[in-house]
């Protein structure tokens, strides 16, 4: 749900009402969807390295899960989310912040160049998961890791697949091009990395469309 939802090309276009929405959202919700996901965060990030790269940092959730004094590559194309990032980096984390106004599928950064790539909640809102995983691998080293919590769709048929259904359009809408009916663990099986593992879970929250998901690590 973080947004990075782009558009074709390298630009991403704030809407006036729900960019300051999501930022605000976030900001107060945060630590309630922490709260939900931080066993499966705590075991992806217990050993970062000194400088990662976040795909759709938002308002700055995950820099817990960095030590202070690390080097955070955030590519955030939501100019709201900007100010609550920083103060995030500079106040709470002492984190050193290199804020990348782009999308996940045009990073700019070189290939083979980083050793660690996070995401979370961030792959149900791109255009093309495939073009970001596949950016991902280009600027992951080999041996460099991927490391993700996103939401999915449900099994089919179930109760949580039909209200994923139901309410995808509004869904889509206020959270800037989130889908919550995403197979996600078929482009990362897909994305050429070396290995995949993926734990599938599901949340207990009143936000149903999101409860269902997956974490797990992809290896360049």
């Not at 009402?17 to 066993?39: C, D, K, Q, S, T």
């Not at 045009?106 to 979370?120: E, F, K, Q, Y």
């Not at 179930?158 to 509004?170: E, I, N, S």
């Not at 009143?206 to 992809?218: D, E, L, R, Y």
Request: with cysteine; proline share 8%.
């Amino acid at each position: 749900m973080t947004s990075l939802s782009s558009r074709p090309g390298t630009t991403f276009e704030v809407h006036p009402g729900r960019g300051a929405f999501n930022a605000a959202f976030f900001a107060v919700m945060g630590p309630y969807i922490e709260w939900n996901v931080r066993a499966h965060k705590q075991r992806l990030f217990a050993d970062l390295p000194r400088t990662v790269v976040e795909l759709g940092s938002g308002v700055g959730a995950n820099m817990r899960h960095l030590a202070p004094g690390s080097t955070l590559v955030a590519v955030e194309p939501n100019a709201p989310m900007h100010r609550r990032l920083r103060a995030a980096a500079a106040a709470d984390h002492g984190v050193d912040l290199d804020l990348r106004e782009t999308v996940a599928e045009h990073t700019g950064l070189p290939d083979r160049s980083v050793g660690c790539v996070i995401s979370s909640l961030v792959l149900c809102t791109v255009a093309d998961p495939a073009a970001v995983l596949a950016e991902v691998r280009r600027i992951l080293r080999p041996g460099g890791t991927y490391r993700f919590v996103e939401h999915v769709a449900a099994p089919a048929g179930t109760p949580t697949r039909a209200l994923q259904r139901a309410l995808r359009r509004p869904w889509a809408w206020t959270f800037e091009g989130c889908s919550c009916e995403r197979d996600l663990a078929v482009p990362l099986r897909a994305a050429g990395f070396a290995r995949v593992d993926i734990e599938p879970y599901r949340l207990h929250s009143p936000f149903v469309p999101f409860n269902t998901q997956i974490a797990g690590t992809a290896y360049a």
